[in-house]
């Protein structure tokens, strides 16, 4: 895991909790989130803290999930294992007319996905 913030207005609508995961080896020319690069960086997590702070954001009105990195599809088990229980939760605090939406990028081709 890299990093993770909320609110973050920029990488999605609205007040999104964003969640940069560690490692990439794809190795885009001008990369600008080299640091997230090294599979051993970063520091450890469990997909059920994770699912904690999506809970916390949705309670204070978060409009959505943003995955990014790295690359979250290195981590192909643990990411489906997120967006399930994230998905699973997004109705939790809902009255607000319409459902958190999930958004994941990555830099894959999309063959590739
Ligand atoms: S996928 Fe993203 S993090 Fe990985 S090298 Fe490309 S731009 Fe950088």
């Known amino acids: 895991m890299a990093d993770a913030h909320f609110p973050v207005a ?3 609508p609205g007040r999104r909790l964003v969640l940069w995961l560690q490692g990439c080896a794809l190795a885009c020319p001008g990369c600008m989130s080299r640091h997230t690069w090294d599979a051993a960086g970063g520091y450890a997590t469990t997909v059920g803290d994770l699912l904690r702070l999506w ?3 949705l309670a204070e009105g978060a409009d959505g999930l ?10 192909p088990a643990a ?11 997004r109705h939790r605090y809902g009255d607000r007319g319409r459902e958190a939406d999930l958004l994941v990028y990555t830099g894959y081709e999309p063959g590739e996905v």
Do not use: C, M, N, W
Request: glycine share 18%; no cysteine.
């Open 79 to 89: 990411l489906a294992a997120l967006l399930r229980g994230a998905a699973g939760l």
């Open 10 to 12: 920029t990488l999605g």
């Open 66 to 75: 943003t995955v990014s990195g790295g690359e979250p599809l290195a981590q």
């Open 55 to 57: 809970d916390e954001a």
